[in-house]
């Protein structure tokens, strides 16, 4: 419920600030559809309106897709850029600029066929073997330092080391409508479709033989999960650029302060990924003037100090509960 | 109606090695009974539980389930008849109970709530319903692990070392549960025990497995004895129950020994009707606490204590009765030392018999001599046994 009223009051606030402050009456006429008293300030919502959508969705989508991959891979220390999606993304999108594609459309093109690529080899890879969390999250941790090596180089080469750089750092900067629109509308029905299956969820993370003895296929699930995880993720990166950590602190967030219970979990961390990522896009805009700082260096900025105070706080009730 | 499992010729090897650790078993587990599988670690236990659980697949031989080849069986068919209780518990799992046993159906819309109430109802732990898993005791956690099987209305129930972690008073508990509704609604039990007590005193039929071969299958007072264990358990000690053979108490014996050196001999003698007194022993001993597991008369010493005077007068009082005396193999300092002197009185132990071991006695000696002395004397009036065999035929001349 905090989160809920926090969610709006930062959707309120990411509105009016900004290089240009807005006062609220006018965001009400905005967001009533009224025509505008004073037509300057249309022009500037409407952008924010985009941005707030963009950083509300990949938020959520990374913090959803963070809670799928850490129960699917039985690893807590896992999170939606494991098995290659960001360093694919990366790499493509680097490749892309640096041969001059310069709509965003193409670079996120390139990005999401990157992200798809990688995640697929480190899957077939792993499952041309014998498929266990265990081999997936190796071939991931090699192809991902692979695939950074090779970017390394293709920056070291390239002439637009500062573009790669800032696609690399994440931006929440959308020019498209139909962009978001269709990244919301993939995001949030591949979501509600995992949500169905949350029960399943829940089952991955307990004993793998107790799960084998009441006759649940964990191999089949655990790729189908990965999978919408992966589309998802890589959809919101192509977009954005690379945003760190959202999808590894907010999920553990979530777990403190709801639990393991998929049911809970998912929703729970979808709003508060989408929520966090509003308020750090917010302070990465206002922090400073005239400048926009890199989403992705705010969120590990913002994220860290309010994941360790979590932390903390569990010790102190750890505890309590066993004194 | 065919029974729970039939095996025949099952064998398992694990991929890429050459050595089976599973080789050649036949045993038949009938429906509604309770069995226990136990042997030492390495013995292919688990192994042999997964294969039954279906979970490790291509073993060799035949393995039937319900008379239906285990291996044809798919997932959903073996999942609808047994169900599995891992070793490990649900460590840190953030569920609460409720949520948890929900779990154990797979579609979670056809759990009903009022069957998880029931059930904890009936157990008398309706209080763990919504507390959290990684909270609860390792005692808790098992109970509500031992309910999710029990929610599968299984036929078989597979469990492995399911109270290896607990403490007695726990284990106790879970037992008295398993075996209250294996009794009720005549589940099948098949459990890996380490605990041999345990294994005796619930379940009606042990298979003793060793090296990835059954050694012994049958009731625990046929599996459960010295000689079957100890060929198994190299020096464990303590838990042996022996019983007196049929037919009439034979005559009175006193063994000297200590350090587990007595155990088999004590075993065998009370086997065969001897009364057996023993002494002296430090309590604390495994000599000393196999007598008391075996109610043995003994001379007892305070641990870690040289025997004193009084013990030592006690002690020959105990020989003089006896018609034999046994002499085992046993490290002597100068603590136990007194434990030889009787040699002195050997006049008064005229006509007694004596049997000793007869090994070089020189490594155990740790009396810078003394003990070795003592022993040339017995040696010269006894008769030796160089292992448990000529022993056994020393004692049956008695």
Redesign the interface.
């Given at each position: 419920m905090t989160v809920f009223l926090l969610g709006a009051a930062g959707v309120a606030l990411s509105f009016s600030l900004g290089q240009a402050a807005i006062p609220p009456g006018e965001i009400a006429d905005f967001l009533m559809l009224r025509s505008l008293a004073d037509g300057r300030y249309h022009a500037i919502l409407k952008m924010r309106v985009l941005r707030i959508a963009a950083a509300f969705i990949a938020g959520a989508g990374l913090a959803f897709s963070g809670v799928v991959y850490q129960s699917s891979l039985k690893n807590y220390l896992a999170d939606p850029f494991m098995l290659g999606i960001s360093a694919g993304a990366a790499l493509f999108s680097a490749l892309a600029i640096t041969m001059k594609f310069h709509s965003s459309l193409a670079i996120s093109a390139f990005a999401f066929t990157g992200a798809i690529l990688s995640v697929g080899a480190v899957m077939a890879i792993s499952y041309a073997r014998k498929f266990s969390s265990y081999n997936l999250i190796l071939t991931g941790i090699a192809l991902n330092s692979f695939f950074s090596s090779f970017l390394t180089v293709v920056m070291y080469l390239s002439k637009d080391m500062q573009n790669i750089f800032f696609w690399l750092m994440g931006s929440l900067d959308v020019r498209y409508a139909d962009q978001i629109i269709y990244t919301h509308l993939f995001v949030i029905f591949a979501a509600c479709y995992i949500l169905k299956y949350s029960h399943i969820l829940d089952l991955l993370r307990i004993n793998e033989k107790t799960v084998f003895s009441i006759g649940v296929d964990q191999d089949y699930y655990k790729i189908k999960f990965l999978v919408i995880a992966s589309l998802m993720c890589a959809l919101i990166v192509s977009q954005t650029g690379i945003i760190g950590f959202i999808g590894l602190i907010v999920p553990h967030a979530a777990r403190i302060m709801v639990g393991d219970s998929h049911r809970l979990l998912l929703p729970f961390s979808f709003i508060l990924g989408g929520t966090m990522l509003i308020y750090c896009d917010l302070i990465s805009r206002t922090a400073a003037d005239s400048i926009n700082f890199p989403i992705g260096i705010i969120t590990s900025l913002v994220g860290a100090p309010f994941f360790i105070f979590l932390l903390a706080g569990r010790r102190k009730a750890g505890e309590r509960a066993n004194g | 109606m065919p029974p729970a499992f039939r095996a025949s010729g099952l064998a398992y090897r694990f991929e890429g090695e050459d050595e089976n650790i599973i080789a050649g078993l036949d045993f038949v587990i009938e429906p509604g009974s309770f069995v226990s599988i136990v042997g030492p670690n390495g013995a292919g236990k688990s192994t042999l539980l997964?294969i039954m659980?279906?979970?490790k697949k291509g073993y060799a031989g035949s393995l039937e389930f319900f008379g239906r080849e285990l291996s044809s069986l798919?997932?959903?068919e073996?999942?609808?008849e047994?169900?599995?209780?891992?070793q490990?518990s649900?460590d840190g799992?953030?569920?609460?109970a409720y949520?948890?046993l929900?779990?154990?159906?797979?579609d979670?819309i056809k759990t009903r709530g009022e069957e998880i109430d029931e059930i904890l109802e009936k157990l008398n732990i309706s209080y763990l319903k919504d507390r959290?898993i990684a909270?609860m005791s390792g005692g808790e956690a098992r109970l509500v692990?031992l309910v999710?099987a029990l929610l599968?209305k299984p036929r078989v129930l597979?469990l492995d070392e399911p109270v290896s972690y607990l403490d007695y008073k726990n284990q106790q508990a879970f037992f008295e549960i398993l075996k209250k509704e294996h009794a009720e609604r005549g589940i099948t039990v098949a459990a890996i025990l380490h605990d041999l007590n345990l294994a005796a005193y619930y379940c009606g039929e042990i298979i003793l497995i060793n090296d990835g071969r059954i050694l012994k299958q049958g009731p625990p007072l046929e599996v459960l004895n010295y000689r079957t264990l100890g060929s198994v358990f190299f020096g464990a000690s303590g838990f042996l129950q022996t019983r007196p053979g049929p037919g009439e108490p034979r005559g009175r014996v006193h063994v000297i020994c200590g350090g587990g050196s007595g155990e088999k001999i004590i075993a065998m003698l009370i086997e065969r009707n001897f009364i057996v007194s023993c002494g002296v022993l430090n309590a604390g001993d495994s000599d000393w606490r196999f007598c008391r597991a075996n109610s043995v008369a003994m001379v007892e010493e305070e641990p870690y204590r040289p025997i004193s005077e009084e013990n030592y007068m006690k002690n020959l009082e105990y020989i003089k009765a006896s018609s034999a005396v046994i002499v085992c193999d046993f490290p002597i300092g100068a603590g136990n030392l007194a434990n030889l002197k009787f040699a002195d009185e050997l006049s008064c132990a005229g006509g007694r018999n004596i049997i000793c071991a007869g090994r070089d006695f020189s490594e155990l000696d740790y009396t810078g001599g003394a003990a070795s002395a003592y022993l040339e004397k017995i040696k010269k009036n006894a008769r030796l046994f160089k292992n448990i065999a000529e022993f056994e035929k020393l004692i049956d001349s008695l």
């Open positions: - | 997964d659980l279906g979970y798919s997932a959903r073996l999942a609808a047994r169900a599995y209780i891992p490990q649900e799992l953030r569920l609460s949520e948890y929900k779990l154990s159906n797979s979670p959290s909270s692990q999710f599968r597979l």
